[in-house]
């Protein structure tokens, strides 16, 4: 077992991928990795990747794409700015659901817990969804946002709930879409955002202005390496090869979210600001997921 391991040469792209990319996002994380996982050690990104892991049955994959928002706030209510994102309430129960969307906005159930205020009420959904969010505050520079926990209540996308209704056709769904159908119809928006009862809440983030938003693995993402899995099925961690029809690309499974469940779902961590939403919001590609798992694994077993 000497060399690198036949299947994995032959993945769609690999030769061609940026693995130096790839070792940085995986080498962010990987001292938080049990005992026996590869460590970086000096040799080129893509022979450590080769040398050191196999690959996990391939699974058939649906990829999506998150992004961090860049928005406009202000530090109190005023004119258009009237959508706050709110801090997490001092008795948020641990391990069971607090309120749903519906009945904390109805029952005003967290006044006082404003951290900033955003002009709309859709830009303020999507900073949940998110999950992070960058904030341009008058005369404050760099203020950032991020998750702080949840009501725990299952994730309901509004994209799905309008292609249920016909209003958008299933192959047309987009954020830009949902942006737009909600635009024509602002007197519905209340009503569509508490469709998703979970409800995420913030804490302020001090975080260097190059780097990403802080994942589930308590380190920043990487922009077009980080991705977030259903941890029940891809380790937290792990290298994992998404095939498209865009493309291969080695990611690092860095990040969960409430809508990503299953073996086959990963969602790319697209980057910052209006060309990462764009991006984000139009991806939703089906392909192939490889995880890749330490060799020496591999090894013990065929002894």
Not at 85 to 113: F, H, Q
Not at 120 to 136: H, N, P
Not at 154 to 176: F, H, K, P, W
Not at 258 to 266: D, V
């Amino acid at each position: 077992m000497s060399g690198p391991w036949p299947e994995m040469l032959r993945l769609s792209g690999w030769s061609d991928d940026d693995h130096e990319a790839a070792l940085s996002a995986y080498a962010s994380t990987a001292d938080l990795l049990p005992d026996g996982w590869p460590r970086p050690d000096g040799d080129s990104a893509r022979r450590f990747f080769e040398r050191n892991f196999h690959l996990a049955s391939p699974v058939p994959a649906l990829v999506t794409g998150y992004f961090e928002p860049e928005l406009d706030a202000r530090s109190r209510p005023e004119g258009p700015f009237r959508y706050p994102l709110y801090a997490a309430p001092a008795d948020l129960p641990d391990g069971k659901p607090w309120y749903s969307r519906a009945e904390i906005e109805e029952g005003g159930l967290l006044a006082g817990r404003e951290l900033v205020w955003l002009a709309s009420a859709l830009d303020a959904f999507f900073a949940q969804v998110q999950g992070s969010v960058r904030v341009r505050l008058p005369g404050v520079r760099g203020c950032r946002f991020g998750y702080a926990g949840a009501n725990g209540h299952a994730y309901r996308s509004i994209g799905e709930e309008l292609v249920r209704r016909e209003a958008i056709a299933e192959t047309d769904i987009s954020i830009g879409a949902i942006r737009d159908w909600c635009e024509r119809h602002p007197d519905q928006v209340p009503a569509l955002l508490r469709h998703n009862p979970s409800f995420v809440f913030f804490r302020k983030r001090d975080l260097p202005a190059n780097s990403g938003p802080i994942g589930t693995l308590g380190r920043s993402v990487s922009a077009g390496r980080s991705i977030a899995v259903d941890p029940a099925y891809v380790p937290l961690g792990a290298p994992v090869w998404l095939e498209t029809e865009a493309g291969g690309r080695l990611t690092v499974a860095q990040d969960t979210g409430s809508a990503i469940k299953g073996s086959g779902r990963a969602d790319l961590f697209c980057g910052t600001g209006s060309d990462a939403s764009d991006l984000a919001g139009s991806m939703r590609d089906s392909g192939r997921m490889f995880t890749f798992l330490p060799r020496q694994d591999a090894e013990r077993t065929l002894r």
